[in-house]
């Protein structure tokens, strides 16, 4: 399958007053055309940050991309002039924010919002970018968008204005698409419509997603593959089946059991404890603190990633041998 | 937006009217008679008084009188200048205030906005902090002293610009600078902070993922949302540059209203204190009420939603 | 992926005896996070942290003693003129040199820093009361008290402050404290709208809610709940006060209506040597005019630096 992202050793580092944090710190992962990959992770894990990164969106001072590389369609992104990256903004890449109740300027109408992305990038008339707005609001089911196209964002629900915000976002046929939490500030009704559409946008469009989210329901209804951050690294990695079905990481084991589900009827178990704080990240698995199976070693070293399958792979000290076969001692005894 | 205007409106005739009444009841209560003081020993002066006042008349007529007196536009005679109505200075004075006061105005709000938008586009860097030590500067040099000290170095000891009288533009340089230092230096704080709070904002970063410009996304994106609280206080600063215009008048000698003002003020001409007072409310007070009609028409929530923001 | 080794056994390197279990080690993770401090404190930090604001502090504080001290030091009287030593430069004698009359400009500034602060001061506790009370009680209460306490406010903001204040004075005649007076009878209502904003943002929070439901009285939740969340922009706002009114008083020393002989504030100071500049008497316009900037300054940084200070969005 033909790659259309390939994120390498990624590191990003902000530097505050109390000292730097590393918020990202090597990440890697890849993205095949037309698959939608989510980011899964807890708040301030550093997904967000990796997305933005992508982006070039990291508000730099104070955050910068220490390390690694960004491979969109096999040129480095890291390396491209602040120029060359706004021809990609929008156009190749485009992104979908948190809040819809934010991402609108709440001073332009939407039609303005709509259209300046196509203005700025094709040359078309007005009425051409008009007609092309229509046709996206349409397609993300915006009902009456002639009349709609004049009004500003106030006069649009939180679900219509992410219909909107997709809608921009789609309007110059991106190939990829970033999606950073697109329905965690929407009521759980309109998340539904929104992640179906979603699915609707990728049939007709075609387009690849990343989907950065902590929600584990969003997960299971749109992604192909998942990658599980922890602490500013993928700790996990694998098809939506692989990691719902076969987890390995305890981290992502924690994840599971802390989502309510319908079918077992096990009380949830959630994950004790907080991450490390990133200004002076552990050497080690930085899950180790709220780990039920931490050894000595995770606390001294990082794991690498062992690969499970094609598509699986993990890091952590528990596939070693000598782990399993602890295991196996604690399990006899 | 209807009701909003009306509202505004009632607002305004209620504020006017209070300032109507106060000017009133505090010439009213004056000790002795504001009128008939040592100060004005002309006859005709005091005819003329009292015929304007009908100081005879019990002061609920005086009240009503006065109210209908000044709707009318009719401020009354001056105690100092016998053959002088209030009307005469104003009309004298005040176009020269007027110019001094538009001219001020402009130049403290476009420098402002520049030096805000350079200070927050540069965020601790050193543009940021020359412009915010200048806006320091302003805010704390009373008006009054930055003149003197203008006078003193650029009329005086260099020569570069003349002083006194309002008779060329280059007359104009200094006290539009000194009138406009301290405005300038608060539309530029003013600007710059929330211009940075706006630049945090998630339509900003939004613009960005879109691959506009940077000069579009802050012209089109940042500065329209960044310059809607300027506009809120632009009555609060029409005022200080008023008030202002009083000092700057007297120490450049320039024959404005507000010089008239602080000479009525230190002869105790209780006519022109209470005419002058009553017209310059008049004045910012409708001014207030255009600011406000102004932001109503610029932010477009308010065209809709009826409820107030407070 | 990044890894080629053998699955089995990561990182061969790694010494088998660190494969045994940590057990329970989760504290340690407590002592990572750093001490937690108070908000008064953590605001503290920051301040002391702001070059600028802290230098504005420490003048306003020496500016204080000198107020109450300065005077001490020198043995001249604030009022008694000399009129054969009008005009001294400044000198070992007379530091701040005299002025038309004779007198000593340096016993004159500490005299005039009295004045000043005292109806800065005045004028800012006045305010605050007023404030605190007004908007407490209208953002408290909320409905039909509130819309009519804030239509009040509305209409005294819409009056011409410093107007108002020319013609209470032009009545009252000049005076330490009808300049007090004229000066808060509208200037209060700043710090009532900023009191009510906070106050009813702060009363839907949950633990107001939850103090609420558990029949506390309500001026004990103003006292315990609301207050202390409301001193922040209080005390930034009496920053922005207290320099406003020294200017006002200034401003009303210069168009006739300032504090009368024999006291002297700074404003009163600048004005009887707006003319003696001109013939080359520098100082006495220098000192008085230096101490309101300067004053003015510290309270503008120091205001600015508390603002930065007292944010709880900037914690961390």
């Not at chain 2, 506009?212 to 506009?231: C, D, E, G, Q, Y």
Request: charged fraction near 20%; hydrophobic fraction near 45%.
């Amino acid at each position: 399958m033909e790659k259309i992202l390939e994120v390498k050793d990624l590191h990003v580092t902000f530097t505050t007053y109390g000292g730097t944090v590393q918020a990202v710190r090597g990440v890697d992962f890849h993205l095949n055309k037309g698959e939608t990959l989510a980011i899964v992770g807890e708040s301030g894990c550093g997904k967000s940050v990796s997305s933005n990164a992508i982006m070039r969106l990291i508000p730099s001072p104070p955050g910068k991309i220490s390390k690694g590389n960004i491979l969109f369609k096999g040129h480095d992104l890291t390396k491209l002039s602040e120029k060359r990256m706004r021809s990609i903004r929008g156009v190749d890449i485009s992104m979908i924010f948190q809040d819809p109740m934010t991402a609108l300027n709440p001073t332009l109408t939407i039609g303005t919002q709509l259209k300046e992305g196509l203005k700025q990038h094709r040359s078309v008339t007005d009425q051409e970018a008009t007609r092309r707005a229509l046709e996206m609001m349409e397609l993300v089911g915006i009902p009456n968008p002639e009349e709609r196209m004049k009004q500003y964002p106030h006069q649009f629900s939180g679900g219509m204005r992410q219909r909107i915000v997709i809608a921009i976002a789609l309007i110059c046929e991106p190939e990829l698409l970033i999606a950073d939490e697109p329905t965690t500030a929407l009521d759980v009704t309109i998340q539904a419509q929104i992640l179906e559409l979603f699915g609707k946008i990728q049939e007709v469009t075609g387009v690849s997603i990343i989907l950065i989210t902590h929600d584990l329901g969003v997960v299971a209804k749109i992604a192909d593959r998942i990658a599980v951050m922890y602490a500013g690294k993928i700790i996990e990695t694998g098809t939506k089946r692989e990691i719902f079905y076969d987890p390995q990481h305890p981290y992502t084991k924690g994840l599971l059991n802390s989502v309510p589900r319908l079918d077992v009827k096990e009380k949830l178990k959630p994950i004790e404890g907080t991450p490390p704080d990133l200004f002076s990240p552990p050497e080690g698995c930085p899950f180790t603190p709220r780990c039920p199976f931490a050894m000595e070693v995770c606390n001294k070293v990082y794991p690498d990633s062992s690969i499970l399958s094609d598509s699986h792979s993990v890091n952590c000290w528990l596939q070693d041998d000598r782990a399993k076969q602890l295991l196996t001692t604690m399990v006899t005894n | 937006m209807l009701k909003y205007i009306v509202k505004k409106l009632f607002i305004m005739v209620i504020t006017l009217w209070i300032i109507i009444t106060l000017t009133f009841v505090l010439m009213v209560s004056v000790p002795g008679s504001p009128f008939n003081s040592e100060t004005n020993s002309n006859e005709i002066v005091q005819e003329n008084l009292e015929k304007h006042y009908n100081l005879d008349k019990p002061y609920h007529i005086q009240y009503l009188l006065y109210l209908k007196s000044i709707i009318t536009l009719d401020f009354g005679p001056s105690i100092k200048q016998p053959n002088q109505t209030v009307n005469d200075l104003l009309g004298r004075g005040f176009p020269i205030s007027f110019e001094l006061g538009i001219v001020t105005i402009i130049v403290a709000v476009i420098s402002g906005i520049i030096l805000g938008i350079l200070a927050a586009l540069r965020h601790n860097g050193i543009i940021d902090y020359l412009a915010m030590g200048i806006a320091v500067l302003g805010i704390s040099i009373p008006n009054f002293i930055l003149a003197t000290l203008l006078i003193q170095k650029l009329a005086v000891d260099w020569e570069i610009f003349p002083v006194a009288t309002w008779s060329s533009p280059l007359h104009m340089v200094l006290p539009v600078l000194a009138l406009a230092t301290g405005p300038m230096a608060i539309i530029a704080r003013l600007t710059r902070s929330t211009m940075l709070e706006v630049l945090t904002q998630d339509y900003i970063k939004m613009a960005r993922a879109k691959g506009l410009t940077p000069w579009k996304i802050i012209v089109k994106h940042a500065l329209r949302n960044a310059l809607m609280p300027v506009i809120t206080i632009m009555g609060t600063l029409l005022a200080g540059i008023l008030t202002g215009s009083f000092v700057i008048e007297q120490i450049f000698a320039i024959p404005g209203m507000g010089k008239y003002f602080v000479e009525s003020i230190n002869h105790r001409d209780y006519p022109v204190i209470m005419g002058t007072t009553v017209f310059y409310s008049a004045f910012l007070i409708i001014m207030l009420f255009l600011v406000d009609i102004a932001y109503g028409l610029l932010d477009p929530r308010m065209k809709v939603n009826k409820k107030e923001g407070e | 992926m990044k890894s080629n080794q053998n699955p089995q056994q990561l990182q061969n390197k790694v010494p088998d005896e660190w494969f045994t279990w940590r057990g329970k080690n989760r504290h340690e993770q407590e002592l990572v996070s750093r001490p937690s401090l108070s908000y008064w404190k953590d605001a503290w930090r920051r301040l002391r942290k702001n070059f600028l604001a802290m230098s504005g502090l420490i003048f306003l504080i020496l500016l204080v003693l000198m107020a109450i001290f300065g005077p001490i030091f020198s043995p001249y009287d604030v009022n008694t003129t000399d009129y054969p030593n009008q005009y001294q430069p400044p000198s070992s004698e007379h530091w701040f040199g005299t002025d038309s009359h004779g007198r000593d400009v340096f016993t004159r500034t500490w005299y005039g820093a009295r004045i000043s602060l005292f109806v800065g001061f005045m004028a800012a506790l006045i305010d605050v009361t007023i404030g605190i009370i007004w908007g407490g009680f209208s953002g408290y209460k909320g409905g039909r008290t509130d819309n009519i306490m804030m239509r009040i406010i509305e209409i005294l903001y819409g009056l011409p402050y410093l107007l108002v204040v020319i013609l209470l004075l032009v009545v009252l005649g000049p005076s330490l404290s009808t300049i007090i007076i004229a000066l808060t009878v509208t200037g209060w209502v700043g710090m009532a709208r900023i009191v009510r904003g906070q106050v009813m943002q702060i009363k839907n929070y949950e633990y107001v809610l939850a103090s609420k439901s558990f029949g506390t009285k309500t001026p004990r939740i103003i006292r315990r709940n609301l207050l202390p969340n409301t001193m922040g922009p209080i005390i930034v706002q009496m920053t922005l006060t207290v320099p406003s009114a020294i200017f006002a008083e200034a401003f009303l020393s210069f168009i006739g209506l300032g504090i009368q002989a024999p006291y002297a504030s700074w404003g009163v100071m600048a004005n009887d040597s707006l003319g003696a500049i001109l013939s080359g008497n520098w100082w006495t316009l220098f000192f008085p005019a230096f101490f309101i900037s300067f004053t003015m300054f510290a309270f503008n940084v120091l205001g600015d630096g508390l603002q930065d200070a007292l944010d709880p969005k900037l914690r961390k």
